[in-house]
């Protein structure tokens, strides 16, 4: 996605921890979204950021820095299921605008 | 409760054909969001209503494409003629008043031949 910038895989062992970068462009941004996307399936909602600061929910969290133009989304205990790829995506004037994905593969 | 509901899951069609893919919001929810995904652009936003209005169309390929959403419960995208490069998996997604969150349907994955 232009200006959403993500890596494209990251590969970890179950129960590792995985943190998964993501940089956009600031001008009119609002907030900053992570969704989860298995193979053949919809994109789920995992976090939404507008604040700095970190937020947690379960072994998922969540960080934003508005200045910096910086998200990270941490997985931590990593389980088989984790195996997906996650959208970063940008909150801007009513719409969202996602990065290309980091596809992260868990292996036992 | 009823998720965003899709309809086909799967269609397959030859180029030339007209194609209509057709999405029914979560109820209650008052903007409805048509994505394409593809394994080179990635996830893209081709349009999008509030209160059945069209608000942003700019990521409508072009003239072959168009939507419409005639009530709260009900949206079309149709493409007309459908050629191989609009091969692709197209989901709708909605989202509740005063909210940011939108939330995706199942998704049609579209071949065209």
């Known amino acids: 996605g232009q200006n959403i910038d993500q890596p494209t895989e990251m590969t970890a062992t179950e129960g590792a921890i995985v943190q998964i970068n993501c940089t956009y462009q600031?001008?009119?941004?609002?907030?900053l979204f992570w969704y989860q996307q298995h193979a053949g399936e919809a994109p789920t909602f995992l976090s939404y950021n507008v604040l700095d600061g970190l937020e947690e929910k379960g072994r998922f969290s969540s960080f934003l820095s508005r200045s910096k133009g910086y998200s990270y989304l941490l997985l931590k205990e990593l389980q088989m299921k984790d195996s997906a790829s996650y959208l970063c995506a940008a909150f801007r004037r009513g719409k969202l605008q996602f990065g290309a994905g980091t596809q992260v593969v868990v292996t036992p | 409760d009823a998720g965003v509901i899709q309809s086909p899951r799967h269609e397959v069609t030859e180029m030339g054909q007209e194609v209509t893919l057709r999405c029914k919001p979560i109820s209650g929810h008052n903007s409805l969001f048509w994505y394409r995904q593809t394994m080179m652009r990635g996830l893209e936003l081709l349009i999008y209503?509030?209160?059945?209005?069209?608000?942003?169309d700019s990521g409508m390929p072009e003239d072959r494409f168009s939507a419409k959403m005639p009530n709260a419960s009900f949206s079309t995208l149709k493409i007309q003629p459908s050629e191989p490069r609009d091969s692709a998996v197209y989901f709708c997604?909605?989202?509740?008043?005063?909210?940011?969150?939108?939330?995706f349907g199942p998704g049609t994955r579209l071949t065209v031949l």
């Open positions: 209503f509030n209160n059945n209005v069209p608000i942003d």
């Open positions: 600031t001008s009119g941004f609002n907030g």
């Open positions: 997604a909605s989202r509740t008043p005063g909210t940011d969150t939108q939330y």
